[in-house]
């Protein structure tokens, strides 16, 4: 298993399913990933936890005919009801608890739950449904919590920065990166510029870097 292994990326860890928490790790940040429905969020805590992952994925069934959209996503035949759990350690000891948000609205008033005690977030994006991704944007926002956004590849049409940021109405200060969310690299490589976003702003407001310190 490969690891990102420069400050402040991923480091090496124990795999498996019972992978043990290092003794060492006395720091848990929890990160939740978050989007529309069908974006990728299961797929990217499912490609880059270093345990087996939680999910609480049901198979999707008729009775959810005319209540969930499914344009863009018609082969998708499984959902997130309630959330999906992975972990991943950055450094020996902090450790990245990784909470997949549902995506369909029916679940939305899952989120403000979910987000409570959120250190940051990462907005998945499928470029294709870019006004998928508002709400997730606007409740991040109504908490205060920091995000980046990462641009799933589906193959779509390409968009240029400026662009997805105009769309979203991003702040020039947010994160907007590209990958792949079945890769475990480039899943890492969003996880890392979170991480990165966040020590920049703790650097910037001396609370929250209170809050972030290993």
Known sequence: MDYATSDPGLVPGPSG???????????????????????????MVRS???????????????AGAGVDD????????STTVAFDFGRISVNARTVLYLFGAPGQERFWFLWDRLFSGTLGAVVLVDTRRLDDSW???????HHGT????????????KHTEEQVRDALSLADGVPLVDCDARSRQSSKDVLITLVQHLQTLSAAHPRAREMTAP
């Open 48 to 62: 880059v936890s270093e345990i087996r992952p939680l999910n609480t994925e049901e198979t999707m069934t008729q």
């Open 135 to 141: 709400y997730a944007i606007d409740r991040l926002e």
């Open 70 to 77: 499914l344009a863009g996503v018609g082969t998708k035949s």
């Open 17 to 43: 399913p019972r992978a043990p928490l290092d003794a060492s790790a006395d720091n848990g940040l929890k990160i939740v990933i978050t989007g529309g429905f069908g974006v990728g969020k299961t797929t």
């Open 146 to 157: 920091p995000f980046v956004v990462a641009r799933n590849d589906f193959g779509g049409p």
